[in-house]
Each structure stands twice: as structure tokens, then as C-alpha cells.
T-cell receptor, first 113, second 113 residues
Framework: DTGVSQNPRHKITKRGQNVTFRCDPI?????LYWYRQTLGQGPEFLTY????????KSRLLSDRFSAERPKGSFSTLEIQRTEQGDSAMYLC???????????FGSGTRLTVV | QKEVEQNSGPLSVPEGAIASLNCTYS??????FFWYRQYSGKSPELIMS????GDKEDGRFTAQLNKASQYVSLLIRDSQPSDSATYLC?????????????FGSGTQLTVLP
């Protein structure tokens, strides 16, 4: 499969718990992005990696959020001490270059109860 | 002012008609423009990219760009019920806090059989 893969597809967690999501980008793409989307809104940028380097973080990414891409391949997004406001679809995308369209994965839908 | 603005709709057109979707953006230096289609509960799918002023056609889809007016549009000819989805306009800005793909909130299109 040459698409962007995200796991899990759905996650329900209790408030205060930690969660971790995984993204496997398209293998030829060195750029990887995390976005968050809530109902009725477009995706909002969270953070960006070029290879293993995290080059940009949105102010939306609070201290409870951390992302890694340890070997420049897959990436993880961890949310600590989840809050109800964290409930959203978390989307991962990858691209071959800055000005090219991004290919999105299927997303991880997080519900915090 | 939001960086990318779209009419949220909903927009309804009869089957076979032309659907016209509009988008404006605030960063005058932006060079890369995209349209994504998003079905309910799914992730965004890239359908068109445009980088130069004028029209770009791909099958039933035509993207139009006017950098002087900071305006991008998408025309869907011979609309089909399967085109019913939310259409997201996205721009890569060259200034500001985040120079990654920035989305509008989307226009919901319904094609009536």
C-alpha cells in the first residue's frame, strides 16, 4: 500500500489519560505533517517534520502535545492528560516538497469522555 | 481576517448543472493553491492544484486563479450526486506564523438527483 497509514482509526479515552497515534507516510515523501480537524472546520496545522527534524509547530500545539519522527520514517503524536476539547480528527499527511499537495491518511478520530 | 475564506454553504445544485465554489485568501505572496474534496467522515482528498493565473482543467473540474484579486475558484461541470461532499480550499502562504497548507472551513455541496 503506497498511501498514508494512520493507527488507530478510532480512540475513545477518559479525560486525563494519555494517548498516542501513529502515522506511516508515503515512503518517498520526506515531509510529514499533523493536522487536527473539528466538525464543520477545515484541518488546522499542528506540526511539520522534514525527515526526522521537527521544523515547525503551531501555537495550537500546547505543552501536552508532543510529536516525534525518530528515524525520518513513521511519526507519533502523543497527547498527555487529555481534555474534552482534544476530541477531534487527527490527520497525518505527507508530501515530496513544500509547494506540492499533501496526501492525507484516513485519520484518527479521538473522543475524550 | 481569516487566511483562507470560503462560503460555508450549503450549496445545492441539480444533477447535470455547474457547481461553482469560491475562495479568497489573504497572503498576497501565496504561490500554491489546492482544492480538496472531503466526504462525510473521511479524510481530505486532493483533486486540483493550481499555481499560475488562469484556468486549469482536469476532466469535469476546472480551477481558476486570479492572484491580483486573491481569488481561487473551482467549477464542477455536469455535477453528479457522487460529487456531494465538502470542498476545501487550501493555500500555502509565504508569510505569517505557519507556512504550511492552510485550509478554509469548506463549502458543503449537495447535488440533487
Amino acid at each position: 500500500d503506497t498511501g498514508v497509514s494512520q493507527n488507530p482509526r478510532h480512540k475513545i479515552t477518559k479525560r486525563g489519560q494519555n494517548v498516542t497515534f501513529r502515522c506511516d507516510p508515503i515512503s518517498e515523501h520526506n515531509r510529514l505533517y499533523w493536522y487536527r480537524q473539528t466538525l464543520g472546520q477545515g484541518p488546522e496545522f499542528l506540526t511539520y517534520f522534514q525527515n526526522e527534524a521537527q521544523l515547525e509547530k503551531s501555537r495550537l500545539l500546547s505543552d501536552r502535545f508532543s510529536a516525534e519522527r525518530p528515524k525520518g520514517s513513521f511519526s507519533t503524536l502523543e497527547i498527555q492528560r487529555t481534555e474534552q476539547g482534544d476530541s477531534a480528527m487527527y490527520l497525518c499527511a505527507s508530501s515530496v516538497g513544500q509547494n506540492y499537495g499533501y496526501t492525507f491518511g484516513s485519520g484518527t478520530r479521538l473522543t475524550v469522555v | 481576517q481569516k487566511e483562507v475564506e470560503q462560503n460555508s454553504g450549503p450549496l445545492s445544485v441539480p444533477e447535470g448543472a455547474i457547481a461553482s465554489l469560491n475562495c479568497t485568501y489573504s497572503d498576497r505572496g501565496s504561490q500554491s493553491f489546492f482544492w480538496y474534496r472531503q466526504y462525510s467522515g473521511k479524510s481530505p482528498e486532493l483533486i486540483m492544484s493550481i499555481y499560475s493565473n488562469g484556468d486549469k482543467e482536469d476532466g469535469r473540474f476546472t480551477a481558476q486563479l486570479n492572484k491580483a484579486s486573491q481569488y481561487v475558484s473551482l467549477l464542477i461541470r455536469d455535477s453528479q450526486p457522487s460529487d456531494s461532499a465538502t470542498y476545501l480550499c487550501a493555500v500555502i502562504p509565504v508569510s505569517g506564523s505557519a507556512r504550511q497548507l492552510t485550509f478554509g472551513s469548506g463549502t458543503q455541496l449537495t447535488v440533487l438527483p
